[in-house]
């Protein structure tokens, strides 16, 4: 099992940047990719960026590409989500995930292994 805890939400204004941590624990050994996603109210879970632990290949959505930067530092095994220039429509539970094997697919479903969730709000 793998336990992911997340950090670093809040309330920020348009325009600034925000950086979400996620720091795993367990069988860390195991995990090949990490990634967050994030859902608004009423909303599905939506994928926002990955990374592959071996690679450090990184891959985003259009909505969130050049804006997000996902990286990593395998020695405190956390993965960070760095933000800038938040947008109103940026605001959700963001969601640190993990999975133990390869997989194309970036859909929730797709990842085995989930944190509680941290808020982001961005006011306009």
């Known amino acids: 099992q793998v336990q992911l805890v997340e950090s670093g939400g809040g309330l920020v204004q348009a325009g600034d940047s925000l950086r979400l941590s996620c720091a795993a624990s367990?069988?860390?050994?195991?995990?090949?990719?990490m990634g967050w996603f994030r859902q608004a109210p009423g909303k599905e879970r939506d994928f926002v960026a990955a990374?592959?632990?071996?690679?450090?290949?990184?891959y985003y959505p259009t909505s969130v590409k050049g804006r997000f930067t996902i990286s990593r530092d395998n020695a405190k095994n956390t993965v960070y989500l760095q933000m800038n220039s938040l947008k109103p429509e940026d605001t959700a539970v963001y969601y640190c995930?993990?999975?133990?094997?390869?997989?194309?697919?970036?859909?929730?479903?797709?990842?085995?292994?989930w944190g509680q969730g941290t808020q982001v709000t961005v006011s306009s």
């Open positions: 995930a993990a999975r133990p094997y390869e997989s194309s697919k970036y859909s929730p479903a797709s990842f085995g292994f």
């Open positions: 367990g069988r860390t050994g195991s995990i090949t990719t």
């Open positions: 990374i592959r632990w071996s690679s450090s290949s990184t």
